[in-house]
């Protein structure tokens, strides 16, 4: 059972990673907010296929949190 449930756990690691360097950056970053570059202002308001890499990013955290814990209680 442990080592199901690790493999699981070991595929979405690997998933949640492939997707979160998928997402674009939604700002430039420390040096964009040192210099005052303008922001878009629309924070949040992603759809597409932006919005549904968001969505599932959050999902497989969720999962890979609850996996997380899992296989920490999981005797070998």
Known sequence: MFWLVFFVWMVTSIVITVIILMQE???????????????????????????GLHRVTIFLGVAWGALSLVVGLIPR
């Open 25 to 51: 950056p939604k700002q430039a970053g420390l040096g964009d907010a040192l210099t005052g570059g303008g922001g878009g202002g629309d924070f949040g308001t992603s759809g597409g296929v932006a919005g």
